[in-house]
């Protein structure tokens, strides 16, 4: 089986893409080979006289699949399909383009479209990762994230919050990481604190690519400032019992109503004890994405 990926380049976007083609690789005993190529290399002219002799030097072989994930990479997965027509064009967003355009669209709930024969409605998007099983007792993460659209960063209650979680694990061996939208002068304000003795502090400039996903294995709990939706997905695709730390709001949208929803779902808790968070879940969106696919 070959997949053609057409990135945009986006780490973010590539995760997803990355997630789905490991999850149709565990459940096929051939091999499953996956190609990515830019948009850079797929012009749209190009494509379109492609579609007249139903090849393109781009592409090493003809694929199965051809995967998309974000706005500029719709028309090239169109267009490819029209080239490799017997390949199935899989857009993981709600597109641009009508649904029926595309095999199929793996599209997250909070984009409130409904199910159907060319939609398979997720919760969260994709990622690569699995549970391994190394969780280990009384190990916690704490993941933070920063402003955005939809949030204002709150230093005072984000310092709130880590202070509740360190006193309500006086035993516990505490992880805290930063990202790149996290202030830069809140890691000298966070060490003015007593309570950050008991923290092992890793600023993201010193953490390798892939290091938050090793943490979520060994971690038994995690929490997670809500602004960053797709790290609570990957906690809780990790097997970990998940927390979310509430910043400021600067609006409602379907991405705040859908971190309402999960917390309501008891997918997840706001609170800062680990006794008080939900159990982990059997969370396998890409596992039953794949499957979908496969049995079609």
Known sequence: MHIVYVSD????????AIGLYQAMQRQRIEAVNFEEILIDQLPIFSLLCAT????????????????????????????????????????????????TWFNYAVIPEHDDVEASAHVITTKGALNPIVNEQRHQKNRILIALGGASKRHQWNEEKVLASIDEIVKNHPQANIILTTSRRTPQEFLA???????????????????????????????????????????IFEALTAGCKVGVMKIDRLKSDRITQSIDQIIQSNLVSDH???????EPHAFKEAERVATYLLTQ
Do not use: C
């Open 9 to 16: 380049g986006k780490a973010g976007h590539r995760s997803q």
């Open 272 to 278: 800062t004890s680990i006794e008080m968070l939900v």
């Open 52 to 99: 007249f002799k139903h090849s393109t030097s781009a592409v090493s072989q003809p694929p199965d699949y051809i995967f998309g994930v974000g706005s500029h990479t719709q028309a090239r997965v169109l267009l490819l399909g029209k080239v490799y027509p017997q390949a199935k064009t899989v857009i993981m967003m709600k597109p641009n383009f009508p649904f």
């Open 189 to 231: 304000h966070l060490h003015e604190k007593l309570f950050a003795s008991h923290l092992h502090i890793f600023p993201v400039e010193q953490t390798p690519q892939g290091w938050i996903f090793e943490e979520m294995q060994k971690a038994e709990a995690v929490w997670v400032t809500e602004d960053s939706v797709s790290m």
